[in-house]
């Protein structure tokens, strides 16, 4: 039976690479360029879609086919646009404020300058909440709100009607209302953060979900009023108490987050290490139920049900195949919303859905169709969905499969099995299609993870030909685990039991393969331009053996614009380029030096050191510059909110050097990055006040402080901020000064010292605070510019308004890092200002 059923689930995964795209998929691609690129709803152009209509009938009644289809495209492209029109609010730039315009417009305080709006709210949760390790996210259909009261003992100001206001809701991992619910609570609202990495695509998403405000519970508390009815809730519900059940039953945390995550789509056990090492051995697919689970795990159904029913002599006359594919058809819907009906969930839920009618109606499937057909129900239905990541990875990869693996088995030098081959010899094929299906996939989506992550990982590909075996078993007992689940939940635990050491095996490899050289390589952004090329080479490399002349010059073509920028436009003039990062409350500052060398003087890092900035934060800005390694990392002081990333980018990077003060690497923040530094070998370079200035080119770094007066590269009497590691980089005639957090005694013993502090640029000592940039300091510098490292409406108030009125009072340039990145150049000669955003 084990035999047949494999032999099954081999010859439908051939048939699917075998299948040829019709006029469907053209006509998907042409609604989601219209879709992508939607025309203002009242564009003349946009009534063309009728005439253009009524050409195609005309043409396909009189059996012209092709100008049917080819007068049906720009029809397609023009209704993809009329619904990105009718399905998303116009995104206002990153200046505008789209949450205090709608809180204005319902009379209700809008966040400001200096604080968020903070408000009382009633409303209805839409949709499922996303369950996540530290937060839980929903949206919310606002009905009323009116402002919080200061004290419980205030009198609450009148309630305002708030209808058509849509936020997103964040809230404490304990709660978790139902879908449907209508709640309370007391919440802040506000506008999306632009400023650091990707939040200017998050403000779009949100506005394309219908959501005006970014907000979150006050309190820790919310209060349900009403809870919600129908199918949703109890669905979700169900789905807890049997996340609930696998959380209990297996005590190893690690085991029952993938047991709950493949069981049921529940991603909120899943730590945040955990992700990073399956994102880094490229299997982060199989952290959640995808189409790939679902799909295999459906055909697997199918074809043991197909088995059973040829063997049973009372359904031979019912022609077992169709039976079988008709009890199979209601599990696709049903799996799909017990495991959280994410886009690739439906992506195949749709496509499987079409293969098992396809069956009914005795008529042959067609994958590219099936997939088109998926891309229409599901943008047709939620347009805001082709800006989601997990919908243009996942049909990214669907697009590989297709694409590009039967191209690249045909580049194996080992022909298909015949059909009466040895059994050995057909199971060689599995790995062989598990290769090149995985291959296809990582090609496809590599541009895209380039583009969100900045990083592609060289250990996916054997990662994946080794782990997602061993991943499909472990979701197939998962699956079976929570049909299991919805009958008895006492049942479960035998089921879980056997699944547990498979999880466990499965979490170890990913860690396993994480730490393989090159599973983290930093890659910059590519352009629109650089990713098309890359899918051009990669189908075209894919088919080189089809139709090696045009492929040779798809190719070539491709290579040659990859490199244009680098090879065919003209080098810029040396220039000294510093760049203050924008990583919230903290300090990161990149010099990319004129001879080409590239120093990062802090990190940036979690004030309370319990979340690990540097992937999401610091590496895409690092690589959106163009810097995949550096000659030397730079501490200033062992504070989280400037070394709290350290370990994280040892690891993600390669680094040269490491500069820090003599004062030892321990304690909580300091151990971390002693042990990093063991581990990759990295070597560790003391610095104080006297040491020899170090020379890059044309570069020079003093170091001014801390004192050194006893031999120890420190003056372990100063506290850590007054012993910050202070740099003077000087390029011919312009000078920066980066003083890191000094604060009163720390400058005191600067200017002491009697070195030359002159500098055009200063980074605001300690972020702005009152402690620091005495008028003694000032006048020893005498800046052009000041930069605030400071992060987007801090619990410090920093920068403090009588150090604003300072600088501002010597006539300097106010600078701050909360909007964005803040770049300066120099010739030698002058200092100017590159970029700033506002």
Partial sequence: MIRNVSQRIRSLFGTLLSMAPGPLPLLAAAFIAGLACPLDSKHPTLWWIFPLAAFSVLFARF??????LLSLLPAFALAGSLRGVAGAAPVPGPAAGPCAEALLARSLPPPTEASRSRLEIEGRVLGTPKLGFETNRTLLAVQRARPARERAADPPPPWKEAAGLTIQLAMARDLRPLPGDSIRAVATLDDVEVGLPGGADARRRLQLAGAS????????????LEEGGGLLPRIEATRRRISAKIEDQVDASPEAALLAALSVGDRSLVSPGQNDRFAASGLAHILSVSGLHLSLTILGLYAILRWLLGRLPFTQALDPPRLAALFVLPVI????????AEAPVLRAAIGTGLYLLAQLVMRAPEAWSAL???????LIWEPAALHEISFQLSFAACLGLLALAPGIRRMIPVRPPAPDASFWRRWLEAPLLALATTLGATLATLPLTALYFQRASLASLPANVVAVPVGLAVTALCALAAGVGLVARSLMTPILWLAAPLARLLDWLAAWFATWPGARIPIPSPSPTQMIATWIIAVAAANLRRAPKLAGVAILGGILTLLTPSAFTSADPPRLRIHFLAVGQGDATLLQLPGGGRLLVDTGGDLRGERDLAQRVLIPQLTGLGVTSLNALILSHLHPDH??????????????ELWTSGRPLEGRFGDPIQEALELHGIPRRLLASGSPPIEFGEVRIEVLGPPDRDGLMDDPLLGANDASLVLRIVHGDVAILLPGDVEVEGEEALIAAGADLRAQLLKAPHHGSSTSSTPALLERVRPHHVVFCVGYRNQFDFPRADVIERYRGRGCQLHRTDRGIVSFT???RTLELASERR
């Fill in 333 to 340: 819907p049903a799996y799909a919303l017990l495991t959280g």
């Fill in 63 to 68: 059996g012209l086919r092709r100008a049917a």
């Fill in 643 to 656: 070394v709290g990333s350290v370990p994280s980018l040892l690891g993600l990077m390669q680094v040269d």
């Fill in 826 to 828: 120099s010739d030698g």
């Fill in 372 to 378: 088109a057909a998926a891309a229409f129900a599901i």
């Fill in 213 to 224: 405000c970014s907000a979150r519970v006050q309190g820790g508390r919310i209060v349900v």
